[in-house]
């Protein structure tokens, strides 16, 4: 009787999320239908949209009769989640002058949250002109239909201190990354999300190198929430930071925390075995379960059962393929 209730389970989820995923599929969204002509041109004009830095990737994971109840809930939360529309808010409240030994410019404090409800990790960076400006000469090469209607602050030759001028600039930046968002294909861009989010993972890299694994697990952890609302569609892509956070934690002899960072990172590679990161992860999870006391034959089956399949290969530890990330 109790493996005949779970069969009933199983088949009720597999219904439920037929049906979210034919809705997905069928129904325009209504960030879609709200689009900026800009964008729906946009769509027209990308004739292979595979090319794309960023890909949505819940396309390569779909239910299916193997997946066990608990896998069936993850897929469904996931599901879910992908049909709420997300937007992201951007704000420049304030800057400051920084002045260094012969250069002298302004710091613009942009803080990014999500819209819809209260969004307590809300993310605070800060960019100069700068930045803004290799942007913007960035996506002109990638994307030069698309922005050809976007306009840039320029500079002036004096007054670029004077509070009239950076308050204009705060408010004309404010305005050019809400309108870069609003536009599908920019914002899956890799230039894109790294103006927002490079920096501080080069920061965070370089302490991890330096084996300062504290300040670096700071900076992993504040800059990871911006990266999961700036790549919801492609969760794959924040799996090296991820593993960065558990490297930290493991180093740090915070082996529960390593290990719930690892399961996040597991999860998203449920279905790409193939990445870089699997192997490394996983071997990684099968030590820290055995020292947690947890279950680590399962992950061991996983690993003997890739063996099977792949070349013997040179693998890389976590730390290694880590240490290795945003070297440049």
């Known amino acids: 009787m109790e493996q005949d209730s779970h069969c009933t389970a199983d088949r009720e989820l597999l219904e439920a999320v037929s049906r979210i995923t034919t809705f997905s599929t069928t129904s ?31 396309a390569s994971l779909s239910p299916n009769s193997s997946m066990t ?40 404090k942009i ?20 930045d803004f400006e290799k942007l913007h000469r960035n996506l002109l090469e990638e994307f030069s239909e698309e922005m050809e209607d976007v306009t840039f602050p320029k500079k002036t030759l004096t007054g670029n201190f004077t509070e009239e001028i950076i308050n204009e600039r705060k408010l004309a930046f404010k305005d050019y990354l809400r309108l870069l968002y609003s536009m599908k294909y920019i914002r899956r861009s890799k230039k894109f999300i790294d103006f927002l989010t490079r920096p501080e993972l080069q920061e965070a890299y370089g302490c991890l190198r330096g084996g300062q694994y504290t300040k670096a697990l700071e ?43 690892g399961e996040k990172a597991l999860s998203r590679l449920r279905v790409h075995t193939s990445h870089r990161y699997y192997i490394p992860l996983l071997e990684t999870m099968i030590t820290l379960a055995y020292e947690l006391g947890k279950d680590f034959l399962s992950l061991q089956e996983k690993l003997e059962e890739w063996k099977a399949k792949k ?11 880590a240490v290795r990330e945003y070297v440049q």
């Open 69 to 108: 109840t608990k896998e069936l809930q993850e897929y469904w939360k996931n599901e879910k989640r992908q049909c709420r529309q997300v937007k992201l808010l951007f704000e420049i409240p304030s800057t400051r002058i920084v002045e260094h030994h012969l250069s002298k410019y302004v710091m613009y």
């Open 28 to 58: 325009p969204s209504d960030e879609e239908q709200n689009q900026p002509k800009a964008e729906i041109s946009c769509q027209v004009r990308k004739e292979n949209p595979e090319k794309d830095d960023l890909q949505d990737s819940s």
């Open 219 to 261: 900076i992993l952890l504040e800059v990871i929430g911006l990266q999961e609302r700036l790549t919801r569609g492609n969760p794959v892509s924040i799996v090296p930071t991820l593993c960065a956070v558990v490297v930290c934690h493991k180093d740090l002899e915070n082996p529960a925390s390593a290990f719930e960072y």
């Open 111 to 130: 803080i990014i949250l999500q819209t819809g409800s209260f969004d307590s990790n809300k993310s605070v960076i800060e960019r100069r002109y700068s």
């Open 311 to 321: 070349d013997p290969i040179r693998v890389f530890t976590l730390k290694e393929l």
